[in-house]
């Protein structure tokens, strides 16, 4: 069984940094691209950054492109997000997704919260 499990969210001042960790288990992990996406309260579900499989390809969304930083460790079957520079605009439940043709997988999500 397919487990994702994201760590590292919590409550930041405005312009801190938190760094997102996502642990997989039960796959393949190098077979997945891993994808970062956010729900923030009344919006909808944003992607905002993803890694190929080997870690070479890497895509952001406008909005946090130059802020945060998608990186993985196949060796380890983690996935991270570093997130800078944080604003208020950032608060919101992260969710990790594992995915392959036909197939995906998704954490339970880790709250960010950024507030002064």
């Known amino acids: 069984q397919v487990q994702l499990v994201e760590s590292g969210g919590g409550y930041v001042q405005p312009g801190g940094s938190l760094r997102l960790s996502c642990a997989a288990s039960?796959?393949?992990?190098?077979?997945?691209?891993m994808t970062w996406y956010r729900r923030a309260p009344g919006k909808k579900r944003e992607l905002v950054a993803s890694?190929?499989?080997?870690?070479?390809?890497?895509d952001y969304a406008d909005s946090v492109k130059g802020q945060f930083t998608i990186s993985r460790d196949n060796a380890k079957n983690t996935v991270a997000l570093q997130m800078n520079s944080l604003n208020p605009e950032d608060t919101a439940v992260y969710y990790c997704?594992?995915?392959?043709?036909?197939?995906?997988?998704w954490g339970q999500g880790t709250q960010v919260t950024v507030s002064s």
């Open positions: 890694v190929g499989t080997t870690g070479d390809n890497t």
């Open positions: 997704n594992a995915w392959q043709t036909q197939t995906d997988y």
């Open positions: 039960g796959c393949t992990f190098g077979d997945f691209a």
